[in-house]
């Protein structure tokens, strides 16, 4: 990773990047694999289903809910929110990049934005997978079932039907609605700009990056919240956190700078980024290294206040993942903190691409285990175990994400446009 050089940067260099027929199919191989583990865990779950069923008289209503098993789709949901997050945390850095006019990180623009190109896919996946659910072809918010409303059912519950001007479905569909479409269309507002600037290198379509940019981080900065309530928190709609929605926020913004480095040093070691140079190197790893604090800041700060209250209704929701998964909400510090805390903290690691590489691929494993540990206790009474639908998923969605991912970067343009792209070009940390 050392400073090459390079005055001019040609579109020959920047797009010699080719995403070759053999990954391709490796890929894909990945994503087969994938629908296959989903397709025999279901078949799996059918046969054991049946057998429940043959030596355990149940009655209409419980064989019917038997049937209306989740599997494969909470494995999917979460894989696909995911890497979704990514997406979005990739977004909102480039945004929060253009609207400071940071110089150093200008470079860095295309990757960031060729990392967001899942949004689109991403964002439909979710709301499709909502749509089945208020259908009733998939119940995983329990707080979509009717009866629970009935003051006359023997399912009604005080507390969910005291939220019905919030937990609605058409309303609940609308917000998701505007979630997902605003998040389309900022995507691609601010992919349009950035092409166009590059071509132009107007000061004009710069300020239009710029304003777009803020008008972005004050949409994303508010729905962000919204998104964490209805996709994620109120899957368990008996618990309410006011911290959620920032600290969901802050796992956007470490996965994606977790993954904007990994590509960033693959694509230099192949020759295909030669500008990144270990100063960028240093200034990505301190983002890294701060937002990972951020993101244990807010998880202890949760944690703490629930432990000093002691209210039953709220610590719950730790002694429920405590019971199920051994502890995974603290053993989850080990990747998310106590690794990147000590591996980053020495201004040298923060410029050794194998370090930042695998402490990168440490934080993106971490915070999966984050989101599972999130979504998976409350989809039902009895939560979801790690299996191999969920594997079947991540391989599955994993693919797909790597292969959009990849195929856009095959497109990656130099952001030349950009007019402190020499700055960032000639960029070198001052302490190093």
């Known amino acids: 990773m050392e400073n090459i050089g390079i005055c001019h940067v040609s579109k020959k260099q920047i797009n010699m990047y080719q995403f070759s027929k053999k990954n391709k199919k490796i890929i894909i191989l990945i994503m087969i694999i994938g629908l296959i583990f989903i397709f025999l865990d279901k078949i799996f779950l059918e046969k054991k289903k049946n ?27 979460i894989s696909i929110f995911y890497f979704t997050s990514i997406s979005l945390g990739s977004l909102f850095f480039l945004g929060i990049q253009n609207v400071s006019k940071s110089g150093w990180s200008v470079i860095l623009h295309p990757i960031m934005e060729k990392i967001a190109s899942f949004i689109p896919y991403g964002c439909l996946m979710i709301f499709i997978i909502l749509l089945l659910n208020a259908m009733d072809f998939i119940h995983m918010f329990h707080w979509m079932d009717s009866d629970l409303y009935d003051p006359y059912s023997a399912k009604y519950d005080q507390i969910i039907a005291s939220k019905k001007l919030f937990l609605n479905i058409p309303f609940f569909l609308i917000r998701s609605v505007i979630y997902v479409l605003g998040c389309i269309f900022f995507y691609s507002k601010i992919k349009k700009i950035s092409y166009t600037l590059d071509l132009t290198h107007s000061l004009n379509d710069y300020k239009k990056l710029n304003l777009i940019s803020v008008i972005f981080i004050i949409f994303f900065s508010i729905i962000s919240i919204f998104m964490a309530w209805d996709w ?9 956190s006011t911290l959620f929605g920032w600290y969901v926020l802050s796992s956007y913004i470490v996965t994606s700078i977790g993954t904007i480095s990994i590509i960033a040093i693959y694509m230099n070691k192949k020759g295909y980024f030669p500008l990144f140079k270990k100063s960028h190197l240093h200034d990505l790893s301190k983002y890294l290294f ?35 998964y051994n502890s995974i909400h603290f053993w989850m510090l080990i990747p998310n903190f106590i690794i990147p805390f000590f591996g980053l903290i020495s201004s040298k690691n923060k410029t050794n691409p194998k370090i930042v590489f695998t402490i990168s ?24 175990k790690f299996g191999v639908s969920e594997i079947g998923s991540l391989l599955l969605i994993g693919g797909f994400f790597s292969y959009i991912l990849f195929s856009n970067l095959k497109k990656l343009n130099s952001a030349t446009g950009n007019p402190f792209f ?11």
């Open 361 to 384: 691929l440490i934080l993106l494993i971490g915070h999966y285990m984050d989101i599972y540990n999130l979504i998976a206790p409350d989809i039902n009474k009895k939560g979801i």
């Open 51 to 77: 057998f429940s069923n043959f030596n355990k008289v149940k009655n209409i209503k419980e064989i019917k809910y038997e049937e209306k098993k989740n599997k494969p789709w909470p494995g999917l949901y």
């Open 232 to 240: 994620i928190m109120s899957l368990n709609p008996h618990w309410i």
């Open 422 to 432: 020499h700055e960032s070009k000639n960029y070198k940390y001052p302490y190093m």
């Open 290 to 324: 701060s937002s990972s604090l951020l993101w244990t800041y807010l998880w202890f700060s949760q944690f703490l206040l629930y432990w000093y209250g002691n209210i039953p209704e709220e610590i719950y929701y730790f002694l429920k993942r405590e019971e199920m």
